[in-house]
Every structure is written in C-alpha cells, then in structure tokens.
C-alpha cells in the first residue's frame, strides 16, 4: 500500500458528508442524553455564577471545600426567598379566583346570548358541544398531568443532585482547567487560557445582567400594572420579567395572563389594551435601552442567530433548551472566533462590524465627553478658588 501524501486532502463532498453525519450523530445523543447534558449546562453555568464568592472566600483564607459550601448554601438561601416571595404572590393570586370564575361564567352568558343572536345556535346546543368540548380537554388533561407530575418529580430528583455537581466543578475547576490544556496541546497554553477566559466572562456578564435587568423590567411592569389597578400586581410584573431567561418571547409569555386578568376583572377592555401596552412599552425599552446598557457587548450575538438557536433549543430540550440557547450560542462564538477555519461561522453569528465600529466610536466619544466635561469642572472649581482668594484679600487689605 503506497504511503498516503501529507498535503493529502479529502474531496470537499467527502468533508461535507463526514461532517453532516457527525453533527447527526451529535444531535441524537444530545437528545437522547438531553436531561443529563442539560443538568450537567446548567451546573456548568452556575458554578461559573459562584465562583467570584468562592475565589473571594478562598482569598480570606478558608478552605476551597468550605467556601464553596459558603458559596452553594447563599445562593441556595437566595432562590429560596424569591420562591417564597413569589409563593406569597401566588397565594394572593389565589385568593381572587371565585371571581376570576364569576367574571368568566357571566362572560360565557353574555357569549352565549351573542351566539344565539348572531348565529341562531341555541344555548343547549352550544352547552352540548361545551359538554364535549370538556370530555376531550378532560381526556387529554389526564395524560397531561400525568407528564407533569412525571416531569416534575424527575426536574426535582435532578435538582437535589445539582449541588452535587456544582460543588464538584468548583473543586476540581483547576484540573478541568488543565485538561482543556492537554486536550488542545498543539495550541499554545496562553492561547486555551484566553479562550476559557472569555467563556467565563461572557457567561458571567450574562448572568449577572440577566439579574440585574429581571429587576428593573420587573420593577417597571409592576408599576404600571398598580398604576392601572391590576390584581397581584407585582406577582405578574416579576413573572413576566423572570421569563426574560427566554429571550425576545419570554415577557410577551408573561403579558398573556395579566391581560387575562384583567378582561375579567375590569369592566372596560381598554384595561387589556393598557396592559398590553405597558408589556410592549416595557419590552421596547429593555431590548433598545436596559439590556444593552447593562449586559454591554460582551454577548455580541445578533438577533437572527438567537432566534435560531431558540427554536433550536426548544426542539432539542423543550423548556430548558429555550434558558440555555442564548449562553451556549455566546459560548459557540467564542469559540468559532478562537479557531481560524471557524472565523467565518463566529463572525455570522456576531453583530456587523459596522454597528461594532460605531459602538466603539460612541464610546470614544462619551470618553473625550467626560474628559472635557471634567477638565471644565477642574477649571472651574480653580477660578472659583482664585476669586475667592482676591475677595479675601481685598477684605483682609
């Protein structure tokens, strides 16, 4: 057999189909794995959440084992007080539903009236069809809740082992660190430790911006739905501000049951409307002003490729695949832009260099701004001085 040439390069259709069948195969055992592996992703990112506490511990002096027991049991205490404070919510939700179900007998009455007179459909008529409507919801609902229940024990078997993990990979992030060193030996050290370097910064810059616009969108919903008279205001405002996590669908997701609520709480359906505008006034000034002010443009993906990887997310792992697509996208970038051949793909899935460049020129702009703006004050503040120092001199003379 003749030796194989070392420039020797398989035919572009043979790459091609290699690499279809391989991303194939990936897909599968990504859905097949998909509970593991999304386990596994959101561990991932919440050790990287925890790791400014635990450094900042470890640098006082406690051992890296006991901080970052430090670490899991406060961020434990804090999620366990937003879902108490939001239970609390829920419960006053609760407490308005026999005339949440008032308002909506009196609306179907009133539709039935509207049908009779419209249509000629009599009321029996219309409650026998109800009637079946309710036997096949009922069918099917049984099944539904059965996956429910099926999906929320399992959702809460993996949320006790989640701390397992999380404090696994923070014990161990050194030798992960070298792994990736050794995986990719034929690049430089410096070179793994960059690119490892801009992962977290970017997952870490997402989460905490993240955090940071769900209060303040959540701040401003609950306002205007108070403004307006909306029950459980606040509930409603910090959950439709809470599905941020899904970006671009997730607060028009929570607008739906406000708008609900108050076309059966209120008399007038301009109630509906404002809230439906205070939801898109809210999601306008977040997506153009809030996130990227906060979050800044260190997640530097635009809007068509978060979108795909969405519908991607949701199609893979449901739920979860919709809270992971933005930062594993953020992540896919960083690396296509760490390896040359896949320079092309990192830069598709980034904003154009155009809106890049002029980003940079605002922000040397706001600089010069500052400086010239300080550089007034100083002299200001100096002219000022010197003529209350001639004052002063000329009332001591």
Known sequence: MPPIPQNFQLPYVARLAFAL???????????VLGSIITLLLFSIILSIAMYPLTAWLERRGLHRMVAITISILAFSLVAAGIGTLLVYQFTDFTKMLPQLIQKINASLTKLQLWAYDRFNIPPSRQLNELQKYYQNLAESGGSMVGTAVTTTTSMLGNLSILPVYIFFLLYYRDMFRQFFCKVFVSAKKMQVHDVMGKIYEVVHSYLSGLFIVTLIVGTLNSVGLLI????????????????????????????????????????????????AGIFFFVQMLEGNVITPYIVGSKISVNPLAAIIALFLGGALWGIAGLALALPLTAIIKVIFDAVDYLKPYGYLM????????????????????????????????????????????????
Not at 21 to 31: Q, R
Not at 367 to 389: A, C, G, H, M, P
């Open 228 to 275: 307006l008279g909306i029950p459980s205001a606040i509930f409603f405002g910090f959950l439709a501000s809470m599905l941020l996590i899904i970006p671009y669908i997730g607060i028009l997701i929570g607008s739906i049951l406000p708008i609900v609520v108050a076309l059966v709480t209120k008399d007038s359906p301009m109630y509906a409307v404002g809230v």
């Open 21 to 31: 069948i391989s991303i194939t195969i990936l897909v599968y055992w990504m859905y």
């Open 350 to 397: 980034g904003e154009p260099e155009v809106s890049k460049e002029r980003a940079v020129k605002s922000r040397k702009v706001q600089q010069i701004e500052r400086e010239v703006v300080d550089t007034i004050n100083d002299t200001t503040n100096e002219v000022k001085s010197l003529f209350k120092k001639k004052r002063s001199e000329k009332s001591a003379v």
